[in-house]
């Protein structure tokens, strides 16, 4: 496999044979733009980042956190095109891609990378899976193939992206293709290309860690996205898997260092690490020398201080995890390489990193704040749940809630996308949208009062 090979059609449209590339625009951009411009994007400002609801304007959202990261992918991904174009010129005579394509690919991949997280994050998956495990919603699995079953019960953000991304509801549009994004951007967004099942985690691959494609996509995934873009096969008989688009390493490292750095720095923020405490992590990750040390002594707010260390410690990273990729870049092309780039750094940045996040986990992700807005989510969701999937099922039994299911998520040819349509109707909501609607339903708040 070669870049050639990957590129050959990264810039066709999903379900659309128009050209959007100008001299001024490449489809790239195109890309950036329509999903920034998208209403599944901008829920994303009252999606969960760490700390729900946080009163302090200096958090981040999931939306603050998907910009922040869209900018660290394209620094890494306009490092790496620089490299990759002088290696092969081929590239931008045969296939006209240009070294910044590779920053646009990279940074819009990067802002729709959380696109189709739950309220509450995380605890938000959690609590989806937990209750398509419950004795009580195994009525509605009953027709379900084990694939089907193992989408709900384990229910993943990532092939939830794409189905956002790349799936028109019915009674929604009749142009098909979600955003129509280009196949590279679909191709660089599935950072696990592969099924529910089977559960590949024991190969140690880091595409293998989680699954990234639900049921409703595998066939568009495999014939419109993967064949067309010479993924590489991983199949074996209980189901579909490919090795990653060399790019998406690219993405996840943006997210892990977004989300290491900056994570940390919200917990400094919202007083849960020391002052000191950050100063000496940040510090440890950058080659510290005098000017730099001049310049800092001359900041005198702790928080500014912060704020210029931690500008540092992610420019630092950048370039090592850049360098990495572009040392190995024939071993990620081939598939040979599946770790994370962030796996792959120098033991003593790896032991910094390992140290913040064991800070984080003990400090600010277990802090009691999180753990109660994470326990009302596993109550609001669940609940929510019922609901719904209750009244798309059976329509004529549930005539109020069916008013309020939006129509095209009432749409599904058979149970299992009746199921996963009202299931996406929750998950798209935000975290603000969950709870009134919560509250509303259960008479503990009426709506409009």
Known sequence: MNWIAYFENAKQRLCDNRKYETENRSVFQTDYDRIVFSSAFRRLQNKTQVLPFPKSDYVR?????????????????????RAIIEKYPELLHKLHVLPADFGHLVSAACLTHDIGNPPFGHSGEDAISEFFKSAHAQDFLADLTDKQKADLQHFEGNASGLRIISQTLENQSGIKGGLRLSLGLYATFVKYPKESLPERKNEGVASAKKFGIYQSEIDLFETKIADKLHLIPQHNRQGKAWKRFPLTFLVEAADDICYHIIDYEDGFNMGYIPFEHIEHRFKALVDWDKNRQNRYDKIYDEREKINYLRSLAINTLVQAVASIFIRNEQDFVSGNLDKALLDLLPDDMQNNLNQIIEDSINKIYRSETVL????????????LLDKFVSAALYPSQHKQLKKILPVAYQSGQNTYEKILNATMFISNMTDRQAVELYKNLNGIELAGY
């Not at 109660?372 to 609940?383: L, Q």
């Open 61 to 81: 959202n999931r939306l603050t956190h998907s910009l922040e990261t869209a900018s660290v992918g394209r620094s890494l991904g306009n490092e790496v095109g």
């Open 372 to 383: 109660r807005i994470e326990m009302a989510g596993k109550k609001v969701i669940p609940d």
